[in-house]
């Protein structure tokens, strides 16, 4: 449940930095990805791509973190 639920944070934490709300694109159009050695990425589909062009987002850095009873996360979108 925790992987889950940092997972959304970081969904909603894309959706803030470029200015939109929940609802502003299906979440299963911001995927968290994860890298062979354990570092997390986003790749970003349809709308949510759409939305990131709009803005100027030429890439991300992102932060997870969380315990049994706490998830956060830290989404920087970097223009071009």
């Known amino acids: 449940a925790e992987r889950f639920a940092v997972r959304y944070a970081a969904k ?3 959706l803030k930095a470029v200015g939109a709300g929940l609802g502003a694109c299906r979440l299963r159009d911001i995927e968290v990805v ?5 570092a997390p990425s ?8 759409a939305l990131a062009a709009e803005h100027g ?9 969380h315990t049994a009873t706490m998830a956060e996360a830290v989404v920087i979108a970097v223009g071009g």
């Open 57 to 65: 987002v030429a890439g991300w850095h992102i932060s997870l973190s």
């Open 34 to 38: 994860r890298a062979e050695a354990g």
């Open 42 to 49: 986003l790749a970003l589909h349809d709308t949510a791509a």
């Open 12 to 14: 909603e934490a894309v």
